[in-house]
C-alpha cells in the first residue's frame, strides 16, 4: 500500500483538477470535505483499506462512480490485448525453444526461447530419455510427451511472470495506440489526480498477478507432483 502514500506527493491537488481552474476556493474546499480528502492522511487510509477488506476499491473523484466497476468495464480490452501477446509469444517460444533443443541449435536471441531449449536439452540428456530412445521411441513422440512436458515447470513459471509483465506494458501499448483498456484508463487517472482510480487500479493489478501465480503453482503441481506441497 506503498502507492496510497507516494501518489499524495504528487503535485496538484485532484479536486481543482477535477473541477477545472474556475471553480472558486471555497467549491473547492466543499468538495474536498465531502470526498474526506480533508482527513488526516493516516484516516484516509485505513478508510481505505476497511474499505478494500469489502472489495470497495473506492468512488472514483472524477466521475463519482466505483472504481471497480470502472476497471471492469476496461478488463475485458487489456485481457484480449494481453492474452493475444501471451499467446503469440508462448507458441512460437514452446515450439521453436524445443525444436532447437532438439536439433542443438544455438542460434537463439529471444530468453524465453533460450529458457524452453535449454530446459528441453537438460531434460533431454536424462536417463529415462536415453532409455526411451534405445527402445525405438520416436524422437517427436519423446520430445512432446517426455522431455517437454518435464521441462514445463520452470517455463511455466517464467510464462506466468510473462503474462503479468504483459498486463503492466498494456500501459504503454494501449496510451499509444488508444486502446480502450485499464492502461489508458490509469494515464487518464493520473492525469486528473484521481487517487481512488489510481490506487484501485493498483491493486486489481496486484490482485491479478496474484491469481495468476496461484494458478502456474497448481498447473506446476498437476504436471510434476515433486512441486506439490
Known amino acids: 500500500m506503498i502507492i496510497f502514500f507516494v501518489i499524495r506527493i504528487i503535485p496538484g ?59 471492469l468495464e476496461r478488463f475485458p480490452a487489456t ?22 533443443a532438439q536439433k542443438r541449435d544455438k542460434l537463439i536471441s529471444s530468453i524465453f526461447l533460450r529458457m524452453v531449449r535449454n530446459n528441453t536439452i537438460l531434460t533431454l540428456t536424462s536417463d529415462y530419455v536415453k532409455s526411451a530412445k534405445a527402445r525405438g521411441i520416436p524422437e517427436n513422440r519423446i520430445l512432446y510427451r517426455h522431455a517437454l512436458r518435464n521441462a514445463l515447470v520452470p517455463i511455466l513459471t517464467v510464462m506466468g511472470l510473462q503474462l503479468a509483465l504483459l498486463m503492466a506494458g498494456a ?3 494501449e496510451t499509444t495506440f488508444s486502446w480502450p483498456g485499464i492502461g489508458s484508463y490509469l494515464i487518464m487517472k493520473i492525469r486528473y489526480r484521481d487517487f481512488p482510480a489510481i490506487q484501485g487500479t493498483i491493486v486489481f493489478f496486484a ?12 498447473i506446476n503441481a498437476l504436471i510434476d507432483p515433486r512441486v506439490r506441497y
Do not use: C, H
Not at 79 to 100: M, P
Not at 207 to 215: A, D, G, L, R
Open 13 to 71: 491537488d485532484p479536486v481543482a483538477a477535477m473541477l477545472g481552474g474556475r471553480a472558486s476556493q471555497e467549491v473547492i474546499e466543499a468538495r474536498r470535505a465531502e470526498l474526506g480528502l480533508n482527513d488526516p492522511i493516516l484516516v484516509q487510509f485505513f478508510k481505505y483499506v476497511g474499505g478494500l477488506f469489502k472489495g470497495d476499491l473506492g468512488t472514483s473523484t472524477m466521475t463519482g462512480r466505483p472504481v471497480l466497476d470502472e476497471i
Open 171 to 173: 500501459v504503454l501499448t
Open 79 to 100: 485481457l484480449e490485448l494481453t492474452i493475444f501477446a501471451f499467446i503469440v509469444a508462448v507458441v512460437i517460444g514452446i515450439f521453436w525453444g524445443s525444436k532447437a
Open 207 to 218: 490482485i491479478f498477478v496474484i491469481i495468476i501465480n496461484i494458478i502456474v503453482e497448481i
